[in-house]
């Protein structure tokens, strides 16, 4: 694993709280939004700011982080396909464990090392993978432009909610539609 970088905008150094149980800080910053955070349809774009408003508190085991992240969101509706606008608010959450704690812990419980907790790393925090796990976590699973987007039209393709009474001719006859398919298949084979 590679060492944090203290000037990385999203490494948080903790070393402030002096490992004394009980002391805290409060700390509000924007952070310039890393790539791909979100998910494929809808996300934050990369470089826009992420509000961080954060708190760090000093425990036995580590630190304690909580706060929320608020941030512009761009995506699409997964219906229509119409462009949405939005904002998210996630909030954050994690202890962040000192490795000695970390190991004494497991040997104690005779447990293998979970690799789920989140280390501190040179009493460094590194924020990114719990930002993308909140923010994946607060966003709809299925982005729509509104509730009840209608979607498009599957005949032509037209978004319903411009158009939401527009009809089309009787489509063709399922049988009708087989005998086109036949005759440009003899046709081929006539080639
Ligand atoms: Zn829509
Ligand atoms: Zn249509």
Not at 44 to 73: K, N, Q
Not at 96 to 109: C, L, N, S, W
Request: net charge negative; charged share 30%; proline share 8%.
């Amino acid at each position: 694993m590679n060492s944090l970088d203290p000037r990385a905008p999203l490494v948080l150094d903790t070393r402030e709280l002096g490992r004394r149980p009980g002391s805290q800080r409060e700390l509000e910053l924007t952070v310039p939004a890393p790539a791909q955070l979100g998910i494929e349809v809808l996300s934050v774009p990369e470089g826009s700011p992420v509000e961080l408003d954060l708190r760090l508190e000093a425990v036995m085991e580590g630190v304690l982080l909580t706060g929320t992240a608020t941030a512009a969101l761009e995506g699409e509706c997964v219906r229509c396909l119409e462009p949405i606008e939005d904002e998210i608010f996630a909030r954050l959450q994690e202890l962040y464990v000192y490795p000695d704690q970390h190991t004494k812990a497991a040997e104690h419980d005779d447990r293998d090392l979970d690799d789920e907790t989140s280390l501190l790393e040179d009493d460094m925090i590194d924020l990114e993978p719990l930002l993308r796990d909140a923010v994946v976590l607060a966003l709809p699973f299925q982005p729509l432009c509104r509730d009840d987007c209608p979607g498009l039209c599957t005949e032509c393709g037209a978004r319903l909610a411009d158009d939401p009474d527009h009809t089309h001719e009787a489509p063709i006859d399922p049988r009708w539609a087989g005998l086109v398919e036949l005759q440009q298949d003899t046709q081929h084979h006539q080639d």
